[in-house]
Structures are given as C-alpha cells and as structure tokens.
C-alpha cells in the first residue's frame, strides 16, 4: 500500500478558536484542533505531519502571510509531501485559496478548511470539515484540481468560490457554476472540470489596489483623490449589472487610463459575469473601449489580487490584459 504524505498547516481562525460563557469567541493560546484531530481515524497509509503555522484570526491574514505560506509549500514538495491541507479563518479563506490557487496551485493538491462554529459550540463543524478535507487531500482524484476548499460536505474550486453568510455552516458556496464535488460518507466524487488557468509564482507582494464599489449616482471625485493622493497601482471597480457606471465618473477613469493605471472591473451582482453588454454613456461597451478590463466570473476580492500577482509578475499591457480576462 502506498503511503501518502499530508502536511497539515493551522493558520487560526473560528476552527481553532473556543466561545466564553458569554459566547464571545477568542483564539485560545493553544489550538484545540491539536488535540481534537487526533481524534480522527484514517487508513493506515495516510501520514499526517502538523505544524501550527500561525494562530491568527482571518482578518488578520496578510498578503504577506499568504507568501509566506506558498513558500513553505514549495518547500513541502521538496520534502516528499503528496498533498497539503491548512485550516484557516473563513473570512479571508477565499482569498489565501484564491491566492494560492493563482500561483502555485498546479504543483500538489492544496486543500483550505474552517469552522462557521467554533470548537466548543454545540455543532461545531470544525472537526468534521478537517476530516473531510483530509479525505479529499488523500483522493488521487484531486490532483491536477487546482485549490480546493472543502466546507459543509462539498469541494469548491478556490478560483470561484466565495463566503454568503455571516454564520451559516453552509456559507461557502460558487455562484454560476456550483460546487466542483461532494464528500459522501464513503466517497469523493468530482462531478466538474474547469478549464486550465494561468498561473504566475511571483517573488513578492507589493503594491496598493483598492476596491471601489459603484453606486447610483457615483461622481467621479473618488477617483481623482486617488490619483492625486495615493501611490496607486491598480484599481478593481465593482461596477452595476453586467458592468456599467454612471456617466459622471468617466472623465476621472480616462485621466486614470492615461496615466497607464490598469483599471479592473467586476460586477457587484452575486451571479453572472461581467461583460460589455450595453452600449450608451457608462455603459460597458464604451468602458471596454476607454481600456478597463473586465474580469469575468471572479468577485472583486479576487480580481484585487489576481491584478495584484500580474503586477508583481511584471506582465506586459497585453499580457496582463489576457491574464485578467482568462
């Protein structure tokens, strides 16, 4: 029997946190998932090495923390590891899965993980959804998948999926296309293929993008304080609809244009794509043909740091402008 090889990395979060008699929850000064998981039962050819990489609530994740973790990836190939799971906080989850996914997610099997529950809560989902990503990181089924985050029984693929609720165990979900596959109590089933992405291990992680969110009746002074006070570059628009802005903010987006600043956009819808559809003042079609690029599928979240890793690749206009709409 072949023995598979699983680092384990704990990041922090709800998963490893404990609730006070006042239900406040609080990161406990040693993770209770070191002990808890013990608790697991595994087929004897499945290895698992633990390291509790930090301890830090997910508001506090970094894109600094999220290189260091895909450093100490690499690094785990070197070492002979077959597949990698870290359990993390969900609110920034999507982001480090998104991050991960989008520069190293072709080299091992990468699996992301948390609780909506924390350890003491009655029906904490933490442990189970550690079993269950252990079962999937353990699926030769899951090579080539790309990052994947198991949550509530089903397996997301990190490049779309996003957190709906505040508190809901069932809160990760992929708008338009669905989960990638499900856990069963004896299986792991993927019922979905994604296309192939384009992928860039970049070095570092510098630069400012902000994320604007358009709204009725937008002027365009927002946009002309950030060029005119910030060492900015880049910026993500959650634009209305299928990609539109209202009108008035559009001599502010040709100055930012012309000043060689890459202007993403996304739509603020929770479904759909965004794309140049309509064709009247604001309108996508005329923003298509001012040069923002719409980036389709992804949330404004992602699209921050997918501009962010073509930036720090150094990709040309033309190849950035490809990377972003794939």
């Known amino acids: 029997m072949t023995l598979t090889r699983i680092l384990i990395l704990h990041t922090g979060g709800t998963i490893s946190m404990s609730a006070d008699e006042n239900g406040a929850v609080r990161p406990d000064a040693k ?3 070191l002990l808890e ?10 290895e698992l090495v633990v ?29 002979n590891f077959d597949s990698v799971v870290i359990t993390h906080g969900t609110d920034t989850l999507e982001e480090t899965a998104f991050f991960l996914d989008t520069t190293i997610g072709d ?6 993980t948390g609780a909506m529950r924390s350890i003491n809560q009655l029906g904490s989902d933490g442990l189970y959804n550690f079993e269950c990503a252990l079962r999937v990181a353990a699926c030769p089924d899951a090579i080539g998948q790309g990052v994947l985050v198991v949550m509530n029984d089903e397996i997301h693929s990190a490049r779309y999926v996003t957190k709906t609720h505040t508190t809901n165990v069932a809160t990760f979900r992929t708008p338009t296309l669905g989960p990638l596959g499900l856990v069963t109590k004896s299986k792991i089933l993927f019922m979905q293929e994604l296309p192939e992405a384009k992928r860039y291990d970049i070095t570092h992680t510098q630069g400012m993008i902000p994320i604007i969110k358009a709204y009725a009746g937008m002027q365009g002074k927002f946009f002309e304080m950030l060029a ?4 900015v570059e880049g910026l993500v628009i959650e634009a209305l609809g299928a990609g539109n802005l209202p009108p008035q903010t559009l001599p502010a987006i040709q100055h930012l244009l012309e000043n060689q600043m890459p202007i993403v956009l996304v739509s603020r819808c929770f479904n759909g794509i965004a794309e140049p559809v309509y064709d009247y003042h604001g309108g996508g079609v005329e923003l298509a043909e001012m040069g923002v690029i719409f980036c389709r599928g992804i949330n404004s979240q992602k699209a921050r740091i997918k501009l962010l890793i073509a930036l720090n690749a150094e990709l040309s206009p ?3 402008r490809t ?4």
């Open 31 to 33: 993770n209770p998932l």
């Open 37 to 46: 998981g013990q608790k697991i039962l595994l087929p004897e050819n499945i």
């Open 51 to 79: 390291e509790d990489f930090s301890n830090l609530p997910s508001p506090h994740i970094t894109l600094e923390i999220m290189f260091e973790l895909k450093e100490r990836i690499k690094q785990a190939v070197n070492e």
């Open 107 to 112: 080299l091992l099997p990468i699996v992301l």
């Open 228 to 231: 005119d006070t910030l060492k």
């Open 318 to 320: 033309a190849e950035l």
């Open 323 to 326: 990377f972003m709409e794939a």
